[in-house]
């Protein structure tokens, strides 16, 4: 998958998971916001809209699209 697929489909309500790092990640979505998460210990970013997730949400101070070469979806 490449990274503007992934942003479109999560802009279309999909979410995914994914490893970085041997940790696992959720992007995700409710009522309540748009959702990055870290599955071992539930730390968890929240944005309101699809496109903030991905500008502002960070992995050791990187967004998604700087470590894209790194994540396993």
């Known amino acids: 998958m490449e990274y503007n ?3 479109e489909r999560f802009e279309m309500r999909e979410e995914f998971q994914f490893s970085y790092k041997n940790d696992s990640y959720w992007i995700s979505q409710n009522e309540e916001g748009y959702f990055l998460t870290r599955e ?3 730390f968890s970013q929240s944005f309101e809209s699809a496109r903030e997730l991905f500008i502002l949400g960070k992995i050791d101070d990187k967004t998604i ?4 070469d790194n994540i396993d979806i």
């Open 65 to 68: 699209l700087e470590l894209w």
């Open 5 to 7: 697929e992934l942003v």
């Open 40 to 42: 071992r210990d539930s």
